[in-house]
Antibody
Framework: QVQLQQSGPRLVKPSQTLSLTCAISGDSVSSNDAAWTWIRQSPSRGLECLGRTYYRSNWYSDYAASVKSRITINADTSKNQFFLQLNSVTPEDTAVYYC??????????WGQGAMVTVSS | DIVMTQSPLSLPVTPGEPASISCRSSQSLLDSNGYNWLSWYLQKPGQSPQLLIFLGSNRASGVPDRFSGSGSGTDFTLKISRVEAEDVGVYYCMQGQQIPLTFGQGTKVEIK
């Protein structure tokens, strides 16, 4: 079955870059039927979809307006992984971060989540 | 962005009794092909959200048939026919009609 395994640092200093990896098993990051998504959850913002990347003959990414100026989501087909980079973080970026597969415009597979704290 | 509004935000339930959660969207989620791009999730304590319902009324694989989704356009409902103790957690609706995907605030279901 499809599984997503997240990894990355749990503590990031203010103004630095938050980087997370999501490793896919049981599906391909290049699938034409899926989009690979990052979501975060915090008490103040609830569940917030940050953006996604997907392959439809070419690679595409789209991002939430709230983070668009400092986010990158991309993929590595050789490793079957996708990534989140969030630059210039502040304590407001402290949250649980999830990766997920979007299929039929629903999020049917989720990673285990990663609590990331932004603090000096 | 499409705003999703759930009610109630807290729902005490009695095992064996039915329960119902409402979700309203600020724009129609019905597309020209007749699909409602609305899904429901349950986040059990300490876990990631899990998909229950997609396209408004389709149960995801492995979801018990006591869960059902209904509605169209801007008004949707999740019903649990007979609540079990394992159903406690926070339920979210999410719209997939427009990017960015957006979620409701969540409804916390707990046993009375």
């Amino acid at each position: 079955q499809v599984q997503l395994q997240q990894s990355g640092p749990r503590l990031v200093k203010p103004s630095q870059t938050l980087s997370l990896t999501c490793a896919i098993s049981g599906d391909s990051v290049s699938s034409n039927d899926a989009a690979w998504t990052w979501i975060r959850q915090s008490p103040s913002r609830g569940l917030e979809c940050l953006g996604r990347t997907y392959y439809r003959s070419n690679w595409y990414s789209d991002y939430a307006a709230s983070v668009k100026s400092r986010i990158t989501i991309n993929a590595d087909t050789s490793k079957n992984q996708f990534f989140l980079q969030l630059n210039s973080v502040t304590p407001e970026d402290t949250a649980v971060y999830y990766c997920a597969r979007q299929a039929s415009r629903a999020l049917d597979i989720w990673g285990q989540g990663a609590m990331v704290t932004v603090s000096s | 962005d499409i705003v999703m509004t759930q009610s109630p935000l807290s729902l005490p339930v009695t095992p064996g009794e039915p329960a119902s959660i409402s979700c309203r969207s600020s724009q129609s989620l019905l597309d020209s092909n007749g699909y409602n791009w609305l899904s429901w999730y349950l986040q059990k304590p300490g876990q990631s959200p899990q998909l229950l319902i997609f396209l408004g009324s389709n149960r995801a694989s492995g979801v018990p048939d006591r869960f059902s989704g209904s509605g169209s356009g801007t008004d949707f409902t999740l019903k649990i026919s007979r609540v079990e103790a394992e159903d406690v957690g926070v339920y979210y609706c999410m719209q997939g009609q427009q990017i960015p995907l957006t979620f409701g605030q969540g409804t916390k279901v707990e046993i009375k």
